[in-house]
T-cell receptor
Framework: AQTVTQSQPEMSVQEAETVTLSCTYDTSESDYYLFWYKQPPSRQMILVIRQEAYKQQNATENRFSVNFQKAAKSFSLKISDSQLGDAAMYFCAYRKHNTNAGKSTFGDGTTLTVKP | ETGVTQSPTHLIKTRGQQVTLRCSSQSGHNTVSWYQQALGQGPQFIFQYYREEENGRGNFPPRFSGLQFPNYSSELNVNALELDDSALYLC??????????????FGEGSRLTVL
């Protein structure tokens, strides 16, 4: 079975600084998707960034980028120029290719605090 | 475009009771999945519905059941509630169901407390 591990329950960053959230996963598959989702307090979980395993190039979305190391099964999220609105719980998620779109495996999350 | 909506937002039940949670999918999405998020943990996949049929299930007992309606809205039913069922229940919609790598669009969740 696939597992996703987020080893940092809590992280904090100063506003305007950079922070990296870690994620490792375990799978025997070669084709899959990886995601980072953001869950603000009492608000809906939203997608931050997505990586397709067959693509070697790391995904970027504005201030958010990933470091995808397929051999090491590592998928970290870097947030640059952190803003107060980035404070939330962040979940790393895995989904096997050609599986039910809803069947994703999530880590237990990292709570990010942004200090002004 | 209407997002994913869930009801009720909060509810309290006692052990042994039954509960029904409801979800309206995002406009144009024909697939709905349900997740259980216990306090301090990540979401756990319960099951998915596509075209009114269950289309994938996680490691949850049969007392967790669901429905999907022709308008793609969905219900999650839990019978014989146990204390460990206390959690945030998330509904997510997507389209299409397989292999697209598409994102899940989540509702705000229904927080269930079992006493």
């Amino acid at each position: 079975a696939q597992t996703v591990t987020q080893s940092q329950p809590e992280m904090s960053v100063q506003e305007a600084e950079t922070v990296t959230l870690s994620c490792t996963y375990d799978t025997s598959e070669s084709d899959y998707y990886l995601f980072w989702y953001k869950q603000p307090p009492s608000r809906q979980m939203i997608l931050v960034i997505r990586q397709e395993a067959y693509k070697q190039q790391n995904a970027t979305e504005n201030r958010f980028s990933v470091n995808f190391q397929k051999a090491a099964k590592s998928f970290s999220l870097k947030i640059s120029d952190s803003q107060l609105g980035d404070a939330a719980m962040y979940f790393c998620a895995y989904r096997k290719h050609n599986t039910n779109a809803g069947k994703s495996t999530f880590g237990d999350g990292t709570t990010l605090t942004v200090k002004p | 475009e209407t997002g994913v909506t869930q009801s009720p937002t909060h509810l309290i039940k006692t052990r042994g009771q039954q509960v029904t949670l409801r979800c309206s999918s995002q406009s144009g999405h024909n697939t709905v999945s349900w997740y259980q998020q216990a306090l301090g943990q990540g979401p756990q996949f319960i099951f998915q519905y596509y075209r009114e049929e269950e289309n994938g299930r996680g490691n949850f007992p049969p007392r967790f059941s669901g429905l999907q309606f022709p308008n793609y809205s969905s219900e999650l039913n839990v019978n014989a509630l146990e204390l460990d069922d206390s959690a945030l229940y998330l509904c997510a919609s997507s389209s299409p169901p397989r292999g697209s790598g598409g994102e899940l669009f989540f509702g705000e969740g229904s927080r269930l407390t079992v006493l």
